[in-house]
């Protein structure tokens, strides 16, 4: 018999990083290992390592892509790879190479550069990085490289005064001196302390530290940080010229690379900061000979994020497109393919038994996923292959979820630090209905109100009131209807799919041998006349809930 522990080829209860997160790097060697390179991702990756192998006219890289659509997971991935660091006795960067099968040229690019160029990274998300300023601020991008350039090099960049005096340290090659004289005159090491260096005690030990390690009056540097401060100044030149120094003092074919999440969000069309970014990534380029990188993230294309062209003169657009000229827009194509191969992929049990019940439902499950002619017209299953993959969610249910989540995106549904997206990945979502389905049944489907609960805890609490609410009120007495609410909520926003009674009904289908006769009769009557339009408007516009009860809806109103 089988069951949910052997349907799956892999246990879908582990755990994966569903959400990329720049700074984790908890899990880089499973991240690598189980990343899946589709077609898509593919195709972008040749022409990105054509560009890096050949050293030539760009050092800019902009991967665009809504959510789910694998951007900041790229971005991090490329950042392994490229730095080739080792892990679990694995190279990455090889690693990564090994899992490219079906294009033999890409393959040796990627082993070429590996060879060939020497790498260190520096990712980071910029919109976390940027507690030290202010987006108004047009030095905001500046200052955040300063800080994580500083951090890279162990210094304390979140006071670039204070990494700016380690620095010269460094260059005086007092640095390690400096250290281990101020830990034995203040009792604590210096990366501790460092961040409360307004403290006069520690204030004296740096001045005595100094005098010590550069055989000089403890006089001269009596309250020396502070002098760093007033002294310290930064441009884009400078910070350009160090990176350079550092690139140079590693030998002959190193690069420094810049691997920046969500700068789309942050630069949000504020044109002088997306013309500061380009004359950045271009004095890298011409000061580090073309050895340091800048590989970016955002929710939007680079014609897109710029917003009115009439406000950037046309010459200035221009070299935003020629700086980053790489571009890798990733499109939703390749997400039921990543979903595929890291959660849904069938076991050697597995496969015979599905491809048997689809070989028996085929005309069955034509007949349940068939939607109203109004509207967009959503694609079945190709064939049994299709269903083994996709099983036990239906093929609709990618595209018309990451469509949903676009529209109540774009009317601020969602919370805190993830009102654009989301907390969670398609990967995510889909990994969570799974945990709490159950499987004993091979019969049993996703239902799209399902799909609610994957992103429910994201959700702005004026958003979802009206649907806890009902659940509270209703769930045990009338669950059909606070599963249409949940539906509703969904698809509020998308114009193109239109909710008839049809096409709801063919959203809530959670198994094959249903009574359809039953359950679109259950899905009429909790339908009031006018629902779609009514309701929700109530429910997202004034939070009131306005539906049946029973064998009709009764009126409730919720202030």
Known sequence: MITPVNLFRKDVNRKIDTVIKADDQANIFQEVDEYVVTREISNKLADFFEYYNE????????????????????????????????????????????????????????????????????????????????????????????????????????????????????????????????????????????????????????????????????????NYLFKWQSQHKQSIEDFAMKVSDYINARGKNFRLNFFVDEVGQFIAERTKLMLNLQTLAETLYTKCNGNSWVMVTSQEDLENLVGDDSKVQSDDFSKIQGRFKVRMPLTSSSVDEVIEKRLLEKSDDGVPVLTRLFKREEENIRTLISFSNSGIQFRGYKDEHDFVNKYPFLPYQFDLFQQCIKSLSRHNVFQGQHQSVGERSMLGVFQHILKEMDLTNTHSLVSFDQMFEGIAGTLRTEAQNAILVANNNLGASNPMAVRVLKVLFMIKYYESFKGTARNISVLLIDRLNINLTIHNRAVEEALPNRFNEVCLNLVLLHNYLFFKYTNLIKYIWIC
């Open 55 to 222: 050293n030539g006219i760009t050092n800019g890289v902009w991967i665009s892509g809504f959510f789910g659509s694998g951007k900041s997971h790229l971005l991090k991935i490329l950042s392994y790879v490229l730095e080739n660091k080792k892990y679990n006795g694995y190279h990455l960067g090889e690693l990564f190479a090994e899992k490219i099968t079906d294009d033999i040229k890409l393959k040796g690019d990627i082993q070429s550069s590996l060879r060939k160029i020497n790498s260190e990274s520096i990712l980071f998300n910029i919109d976390q990085q940027a507690q030290i300023t202010t987006k108004s601020d047009e030095n905001a991008i500046l200052k955040v490289f300063y800080k994580v350039f500083y951090d890279h090099q162990g210094f304390y960049g979140f006071q670039p005064h204070v990494a700016a005096f380690e620095e010269s340290l460094v260059r005086d090659s007092k640095y390690e001196a400096f250290k281990q004289e101020f830990e034995k005159v203040y009792g604590q090491p210096w990366t501790e302390a460092r961040k409360d260096y307004i403290k006069p005690q520690i204030n004296d030990a740096i001045a005595q530290s100094c005098a010590v390690v550069y055989s000089a009056d403890p006089e001269q540097y009596k």
